[in-house]
């Protein structure tokens, strides 16, 4: 297409005809094209850029995972498997120890088996205490105080672990101290495992203590998650069969939500296994290993903390480093089977306000 455009007549008598000339212009359909054009390129520029974005957490993971396994390759080769469960006898002191720098001996023993008795004594506490607050904010929390109570409960998940560490430190250990563990001495200490060895308070009791206050909230909030995904109906179906509020709800909601919570069981004990600077304050920081709970001990992420800093050679790095591998590949493992446990009951589907 052209536009016409008319040049005036000139001023002399007998002049020339008009000059007709034709200038180029763009067309609707050409511009639509174009923009089209345009679009598509941005389109494409975008999908690759989220493409990007995605893999970068492979790359991230894949990298932290090569680090890990370099720098623990002078353990690896001296140790082996045996790392994890060998222990050392002094020539000359004839003292057995797990954990030893200035004879260039380790074995991360003692700091597995501190991490897996304080993560279970957590998940003995929070267990019960979480699946209570869920069934009580899913099933029976009246509307009024149903936001405040789960807003307050998902608040201690934002809380700094230094802060629980603090606290535990200033408040909980006396506690522990002067009224809980007299207590569990008394009526159980014939078992062994409450023996009175331990004056300052510290150990796996006040170290599972305070991880149970921490992963409180995850099991909660993801129990809640798996118990709103239960179909209404189910419970409905209870109810008209003349079941009591108590047998709908074992009935008809925790049965068929069971697997999920076995998922953010896992998932809270992924991250007890994790947990560092808390359980460093409290546990004491021994490389022992002792059956009494109210001992000091260690934990495989409190070791790494405590000590990286202040290694004494490359082979302390390295044993250092190498607990890190392990502990970075049971947190996978742990993490992964848990997701999987909650995505078999919710499918995918977030937790709705009922």
């Not at 159980?188 to 006040?206: E, H, I, K, R, V």
């Not at 129990?223 to 069969?241: G, I």
């Not at 996978?332 to 995505?343: D, G, H, K, P």
Request: hydrophobic content about 55%; proline content about 5%.
């Amino acid at each position: 297409m052209s536009q016409v455009h008319l040049q005036p007549e000139p001023s002399e008598p007998g002049g020339q005809q008009p000059t007709v000339t034709t200038a180029p212009v763009v067309s609707a359909e050409r511009r639509f094209l174009l923009s089209r054009g345009n679009s598509v390129n941005a389109d494409r520029f975008f999908s690759w850029l989220m493409l990007l974005c995605g893999l970068s957490i492979f790359v991230i993971v894949g990298l932290i995972a090569f680090e890990l396994v370099v720098r623990s390759e002078l353990s690896w080769h001296k140790f082996g498997l045996s790392f994890f469960y060998r222990s050392f006898t002094d020539p000359y002191t004839h003292v057995t120890t797990f954990w030893d720098p200035v004879n260039q001996f380790f074995g991360a023993r003692p700091f597995v088996y501190g991490t897996i008795v304080s993560s279970l004594l957590a998940l003995i506490i929070a267990v019960p205490l979480a699946i209570g607050v869920a069934v009580f904010l899913t099933e029976m929390c009246p509307r009024v105080l149903r936001s405040p109570l789960a807003f307050l409960t998902e608040l201690l998940a934002a809380i700094p672990s230094v802060i629980y560490g603090l606290w535990a430190v200033f408040v909980l250990v006396p506690i522990l101290r002067e009224q809980i563990n007299p207590f569990l001495i008394r009526m159980l200490g014939w078992t062994g495992f409450f023996a009175d060895d331990n004056p300052t308070g510290l150990g796996y009791m006040s170290a599972g203590v305070i991880l149970a206050i921490m992963i409180l909230p995850i099991i909660s909030s993801l129990t809640r998650e798996v118990m709103t995904a239960v179909p209404h109906s189910q419970r409905e179906a209870v109810l008209a069969l003349g079941a009591t509020r108590w047998e709908m709800i074992r009935m008809g909601v925790l049965r068929n939500a069971r697997i999920g919570i076995v998922g953010s069981i896992i998932l809270g004990l992924g991250r007890a296994l994790g947990e560092t600077m808390a359980v460093a304050m409290v546990i004491g920081a021994t490389p022992e290993i002792h059956r009494s709970l109210l001992a000091n001990g260690s934990s495989m992420a409190t070791v790494i903390a405590n000590e990286y800093a202040e290694a004494v050679g490359d082979m302390h790095l390295s044993a250092l480093t190498e607990i890190g591998l392990a502990l970075f590949i049971v947190t996978i493992i742990v993490n992964f089977f848990a997701q999987l446990l909650i995505w078999a009951v919710t499918r995918g589907t977030p937790a709705q306000a009922r």
